[in-house]
């Protein structure tokens, strides 16, 4: 009894075929826009011969800053600290080792959505004594409608780009294959306390003023959102 063969079937071609070639472009978007958070640190100081003095001193500081900040309410969407530190100082001279001073830092972050309440704050924090601030550092949120239209943009600049290169040769796109992410990108990552910084201020080691200091006029700084996409696409037969 003959057996019948069994057709094994033609895996498509990589490159697509005559009747139904294949098209991969990048679609690309780059946007522009205000952010939506600043982050600040602030790192309140203490000093003084006596441990326990130094301890006394930084704790009525920290709490300073950290009662100053509370008060501009739903302005500030995040209030974290951070390290805290008593460290004894040694003297240089003489046999044996004698503790000179005690030096005492803690470290706050402050994150505000309030961007003139963020240039009253800053500058009334500064004003505090032997306390230091620093920043602000500009950023989107994690789930900013911002990366959202990136992506969009960048699919339909993709679709419209397949779209020209088919019509260039006399055909039109007949099916998507393959939708790829290969990254949406806000501004840098955070380094310690926020994204790329942009110094504000320095460091601010000044004992409080007779009268309060103007408020700093921060001008925010724009961020840059990144997508990227590739799409294969099939096309109708070119007219060549």
């Known amino acids: 009894m003959d ?32 952010p939506e ?38 302005a500030v969407e995040k209030l974290e600290t951070g390290a805290f530190s008593i460290t004894p100082e040694l003297t240089k001279r003489g046999k044996g080792e004698r503790i000179r001073t005690y030096h005492g830092r803690v470290h706050i972050t402050a994150e505000l959505t309030d961007f003139t ?20 550092w500009w950023s989107l949120r994690p789930t900013s409608p911002a990366y959202a239209t990136a992506r969009q943009q960048a699919v339909k600049e993709a679709v419209q780009r397949a779209r020209e290169y088919a019509q260039a040769i006399g055909a039109d796109l007949a099916a998507l294959l393959e939708l790829a992410d290969i990254g949406a990108e806000g501004p840098a990552p955070f380094n310690g306390y926020g994204g790329a910084p942009r110094a504000m201020g320095r460091a601010a080691y000044a004992g409080a003023a007779d009268t309060e200091a103007a408020p700093l006029d921060l001008e925010p700084e724009r961020q840059h959102v990144y997508a990227n996409v590739n799409a294969r696409f099939t096309m109708t037969p070119p007219t060549l």
């Open 117 to 136: 309440a963020l240039g009253e704050l800053t500058t009334r924090l500064a004003d505090l004594d032997l306390t230091r601030v620093d920043g602000p």
């Open 3 to 34: 057996e019948t063969p069994t057709e094994t079937p033609t895996p498509n071609a990589p490159y697509g075929t005559p009747q139904a070639p294949r098209l991969a472009v990048r679609g690309e978007a780059h946007l522009e826009v205000d």
């Open 37 to 74: 958070l600043a982050r600040i640190g602030v790192t309140v100081s203490a000093r003084g011969s006596d441990r326990r003095e130094a301890l006394g001193d930084l704790t009525r500081r920290n709490t300073t800053a950290l009662d100053l900040i509370k008060t501009y309410g739903e």
